[in-house]
């Protein structure tokens, strides 16, 4: 009886199944966590990028003379 019983827990198939769906949920939820952390800054963030992409398109076509 002690044998089966060691058997059939040592065998469990989805058992691997099961940890992998449960990294995912941790790494889904840090990623979650994570975005709502830095959502407020987006904004500021991405004028910042489009401010510093505008300025050095403007010095490259101020550096061409306007070709």
């Given amino acids: 009886m002690n044998r089966l019983l060691n058997k059939a827990l040592k065998r469990r198939p989805g058992q691997n199944t099961v940890e992998y769906l449960l990294m995912l949920a ?5 990623v979650l966590i994570a975005g709502m952390a830095i959502k407020q800054y ?7 990028i489009q401010a510093k992409i505008g300025g050095a398109a403007d ?4 550096s061409e003379g306007g070709k």
């Fill in 42 to 48: 987006m904004p500021t963030l991405w004028g910042q």
């Fill in 59 to 62: 010095s490259l076509t101020a």
């Fill in 26 to 30: 941790v790494v889904v939820g840090v």
